[in-house]
């Protein structure tokens, strides 16, 4: 069993929670969320907020809290070869309530189909806000290129047309 060694982010202003799966082998060695730097997720994320690209985990915590968003995954141990989801065996969710006793979270975006699929059996439950299941991020979804993830992700950001993405 690999331990999910990333706390989650937030603060008490946070209200949009966004879900990713377990973090990949880079992310765990930086010990911070999309580490691997194909990973598009900061990238998209800067563009949505028209802002530079952070580089530094300060800069990347002060964009999400900024924005009122709270980043964590759905996993919180799982057996994974490697980093990729479609491994992933014997998931066992994360407790949400670290971060939703503490913020009031009103909507939730998950980062990938498995986070999906893992937040509506595991944590929708509990939280009773059904999330938007974005596509991921990820450099293994190629067929998703910078611009349409971005413009996907502002949708679901901003409120304008968000619809549900395969």
Request: hydrophobic share 45%; with cysteine.
């Amino acid at each position: 069993m690999i331990l999910h060694n990333i706390p989650p982010l937030y603060n008490k202003a946070s209200q949009t929670l966004i879900l990713g799966s377990f973090p990949s082998v880079k992310s765990r060695e930086a010990n911070f969320f999309y580490g691997h730097p194909q990973n598009r997720f900061w990238q998209m994320l800067a563009a949505v907020y028209a802002e530079d690209a952070p580089e530094s985990i300060a800069e990347k915590t002060s964009l999400l809290l900024r924005h009122h968003l709270a980043l964590w995954d759905v996993i919180a141990n799982c057996e994974i070869d490697g980093s990729a989801d479609a491994s992933v065996r014997e998931a066992v969710p994360v407790d949400i309530a670290r971060i939703t006793d503490r913020a009031h979270i009103t909507r939730v975006l998950c980062n990938g189909k498995l986070a999906g699929t893992l937040y509506a059996r595991h944590l929708q439950p509990i939280m009773g806000i059904p999330a938007l299941v974005l596509p991921s991020t990820s450099p293994a979804n190629a067929v998703w290129t910078l611009p349409k993830l971005t413009d996907a992700w502002r949708k679901a950001l901003t409120g304008e047309n968000a619809t549900f993405c395969e």
